[in-house]
């Protein structure tokens, strides 16, 4: 395996040629299900933006982070607030229910040196601002970045073009 130089131009070509769903097409109706799920509407289509821009920096993937911030653009949310993803933690621009999807998001993505990953008092926070099925909605749309991850990572999609033609 050969390193990269850290100044070296990256390719913006994706490694694959084809859309993978076009190679596996049974992945298209996957997708589609997860898209259907996630969007029911019991969490703010925002939030559930902003869980996977988080999700998509956690997994070190330009191509999810440039889809999601694209996401919030369109959706008129501030450069303040998608700038401001990466550090949450400490940024002003996020409601309670945003925060507890951003630590929720955060918990189940990372390993934890201190034992389990989502402890009961998180999810207790979390439940605080989110209903059974808005909290089932979250932890889809957590997997729906990570059913993603590998294909955005393998195969690298092109960053900044629409998610149904970054193959070109």
Avoid: C
Avoid at 20 to 44: C, I, R
Avoid at 133 to 150: H, K
Avoid at 158 to 167: E, M
């Amino acid at each position: 395996m050969t390193d990269r130089s850290i100044t070296a131009e990256i390719p913006t070509r994706p490694r694959m040629t084809q859309d993978p769903t076009q190679l596996v097409p049974a992945l298209a109706e996957v997708s589609a299900a997860l898209f259907k799920a996630v969007g029911n509407g019991s969490v703010p289509r925002t939030t559930i933006s902003l869980v996977q821009l988080r999700a998509g920096q956690l997994a070190g993937s330009t191509y999810l982070t440039v889809l999601h911030s694209g996401f919030l653009r369109k959706a008129d949310q501030s450069e303040e607030r998608i700038a401001s993803v990466a550090s949450w933690q400490d940024s002003p621009y996020f409601t309670a229910p945003e925060r507890a999807a951003l630590a929720l998001a955060e918990a189940a993505l990372r390993p934890s040196p201190y034992g389990e990953r989502v402890p009961d008092a998180l999810y207790a926070e979390v439940a605080e601002h989110y209903d059974e099925t808005a909290l089932a909605t979250l932890m889809i749309a957590i997997g729906q970045v990570n059913f993603f991850t590998p294909v955005a990572l393998v195969a690298k999609p092109a960053p900044g073009r629409s998610f149904t033609d970054p193959w070109v």
